[in-house]
């Protein structure tokens, strides 16, 4: 897989700019605040439908404007396809797929394929419980669009639940039961989902992790669920769920917000045995990361046959000598493009230069 084009028109800094990639390593380098790393986050919009920075959508735009429009041409499996999206300042999106339009922004999830490495990744690691079930939810998501389509059924009913929560009414106890079901029954589809994929990815996650420090030390992820489960299979954790639910129904109410629920599960990064949000140095942690990701790519490849797209977001100068030179001898002959603020040399590598939202091919 790989981009062949990126059109953005008034993107963030960019009123217009289009750039052919080379199908190998493109190196994209300026000063601090040019315009980097929007190129990054236009690509990545193809894979997510939402930016890697969190940004909202009204906020893509440039200053001024009312709506911004972004394309891409790429290639999967030697088929070449392009996509277009639209944002308009209502945060309304309009997406394309080879001239026919897209009803849902899941409809592309899947279709184009990029791993986003950034300093801000380290969050996976340190930051709030959300970021991860995030990061989770849309790598099983592009690869599994029925499990996309059960996590939005989910948060549909617990935003119904809230609401009902948050309302002076004396009698919820029978519609919150109501709610509960429902939201065990897409709960308990969403926990065997997610502890297969943390069960898929945790070999890849350690082969790596070992490579980088020459099996001195060793990693695992935990699967830490809302509700403690010995067995992932659905009709227990369907129990399991409902039991917790009805259990603190009168503490939700007295709350007004669910307090229980696949909303509120977690994971944890363990290094050499010890959680990684408390005992691991950053050195560890970009470890952990590069080991993360480069285990995504891998399961990626094999669902599709080919490697994603790797995005380097200034990633080079954050790592030492030896994972340097680890990461750049795994994303040998595929498709990279790196953002740097020093020219990166690479032989053969194609280089853009950005200055002020305009980018000069070199």
């Not at 339009?101 to 990744?121: D, N, Y």
Request: aromatic residues 10%.
């Amino acid at each position: 897989m790989f981009i062949k084009s990126l059109e953005v028109n008034n993107f963030r800094n960019y009123v217009n700019q289009k750039i052919e990639f080379s199908r190998e390593t493109n190196i994209i380098y300026g000063k601090n605040a040019q315009g980097k790393t929007n190129l990054l986050e236009a690509v990545s919009l193809f894979s997510s439908g939402k930016s890697f920075r969190r940004a909202q959508d009204r906020n893509l735009i440039k200053d001024g404007e009312p709506s911004s429009k972004i394309n891409i041409e790429f290639e999967i499996n030697g088929v070449g396809k392009d996509a277009e999206i639209i944002i308009n300042r209502e945060s309304k999106k309009y997406i394309k797929l080879c001239g026919a339009p897209l009803h849902k922004t899941s409809e592309l999830l899947g279709q184009f394929k990029s791993v986003i490495f950034s300093p801000e990744e380290m969050s996976l690691i340190t930051g709030a419980p959300e970021l991860r079930r995030n990061f989770t939810d849309l790598v099983i998501s592009s690869e599994k669009p029925v499990y996309y389509n059960i996590l939005k059924r989910y948060y549909k009913i617990l935003k119904q639940k809230n609401n009902l929560l948050k309302q002076n009414n004396s009698s919820k106890e029978e519609t919150l039961a109501v709610w509960n079901e429902s939201l065990a029954q897409a709960g308990a589809k969403i926990m065997v989902y997610r502890k297969s994929f943390i069960d898929l990815i945790n070999p890849y996650v350690k082969e790596t992790f070992e490579e980088i420090t020459e099996g001195k030390e060793d990693i695992k992820i935990n699967y830490v669920p809302s509700v403690s489960a010995e067995e992932f299979e659905e009709n227990t954790l369907y129990d399991l769920l409902l039991n917790s639910m009805n259990k603190k129904m009168q503490a939700e109410i007295m709350l007004g917000a669910s307090v229980c629920g696949i909303h509120r599960d977690d994971y944890s990064f363990f290094i050499n045995g010890k959680n990684a949000k408390s005992f691991s140095s950053q050195g560890q942690q970009r470890t952990a990361i590069i080991a993360l990701k480069m285990a995504q790519a891998e399961i990626i490849k094999e669902n599709c046959g080919e490697y994603p797209v790797f995005l380097l977001d200034d990633v080079m100068s954050e790592l030492d000598f030896e994972r340097r030179n680890y990461l750049s001898e795994k994303i040998k002959d595929k498709q990279v493009i790196i953002t740097c603020t020093d020219k990166y040399e690479s032989a053969g590598a194609k280089c853009f230069y950005v200055e002020n939202g305009t980018v000069s091919e070199e």
